[in-house]
């Protein structure tokens, strides 16, 4: 289903060859049928000044009628919503608080674009300045740069890599590289991943989403 995603990404700011507009294609109608995605991730943030990363384990999920759950379990419990209506978190002191987030908003879109085959946006407000398949075809990564004044206050470069099997399934994103303007760097490590194409999750797991 993935195979060649980086061509997916290519097409924000690249003309396509006949083949490469057939496979591009192909990936839309394949990224169009996921209904869900759920990953553990290791987020490692190192901050300028600091010895030692600062280090966050959790849980993403997504499903593109009801946004995007991140929640961070450890060291501190933090849910955070994402959908059309804007950004909320919770904790062990408030629920549902809105707030502006302008590095998480732009992860968000990112991956909502890539797993709903919806770049419109994302061509809008990033440009890629540089992407790779390996030899084998089984691993991708993208550098993006963004256009958004808004973003660029929060982040200055975002790289994202991928890997798949010789079927062209896979775990779609399986790293994310967060530069800031400060050149703090954040790393988010995503495992375990639970993927639905076509049929429709199981209703347990949009619990979270009410």
Known sequence: MKIKVFCLLLTMVLPLHAED???????HQAYDQVQYFEAEFVQNKQVKFLSKPLVSTGVIKYAPTHGMIWEVVKPIWVKTKINNEGIFKTNSFEQNVKVNDVQMQAVADILGELLGARLDRMRSQFELSASQLSDDQLHW??????RSKLIK????QLHIEGLLDEAGQGQGISKITLVDPNENITTIVFSEVVMFNEQSPPAELLHDFQ
């Open 21 to 27: 507009s057939i496979l591009v294609e192909q990936l």
């Open 153 to 156: 206050k929060a982040l200055a």
């Open 141 to 146: 990564e993208a550098t993006l740069i963004p």
